[in-house]
């Protein structure tokens, strides 16, 4: 099985900044054998991050991390494609790390590649309560590989806790077209708790149905 190689080299960072009034912007950049790009960007609690990754190299990826990560990631490209779609668990600065597999990365490969990336916030959007907020299923659809990610940003938001402390089982195909993820929330002294995350048909996220007795 191929693995990153962003292990076995230093990495440079780079501050992403909108430009004034935008939500969006394009990155583009080179990178050749074990060589990895950390793309800084600092958003909030609740806002949805948008990312996709094209290249001239099908070895190239990227993984998200969220603020104060130690190498854990949210979103492993790898595993999940080259689009990601979550709600952001917590404030701060958050890694769009693009890299190459280790075996491309030791033939000296070269990718060059465009990763394009917009934050937004809900409408509405702000502190989260302790129940299930319905959705409506409007908006962006989520690809197959991403809605496990997207499920454990919905539910850190949801429960208060950091994506760590979210378990999720695997993706099930209902009869009407539509996805759920079963899931648990560790909540410390308040208990676990049991979720699941709908999807529609078309992909798009529903809601985070609490499963436990309690609402919560």
Partial sequence: MSVPAVAQAPVRSERVQFARGASSTLL?????GYQT?????????????TASLSSSNRSAY?????????????FTGS??????????????DYRLRVYLMRGAARRGERADFGLSVAVTTRPGAGAPGPGPRPGTGTGQPVAPGNMAAYCRGEASAQYGVRPAYIATARLIRGRNGGSTID???????????RFRCRFDA???FIDV????????
């Fill in 37 to 49: 790009i950390d793309y800084l960007l600092s958003a909030r609690a609740g806002q949805t991050m």
């Fill in 183 to 193: 899931g648990t929330a560790d909540q410390g002294r308040s208990g676990i708790k």
């Fill in 62 to 74: 990227f993984n998200v991390l969220p603020p104060g990560s130690r190498d854990v990631a949210i």
């Fill in 79 to 92: 595993t999940s494609g080259n689009r990601f779609v979550g709600r952001l668990p917590s404030n701060g």
């Fill in 28 to 32: 583009r950049g080179t990178i050749k």
């Fill in 209 to 216: 149905m609490a499963l436990t007795r309690d609402g919560e």
């Fill in 202 to 204: 078309r992909g798009r």
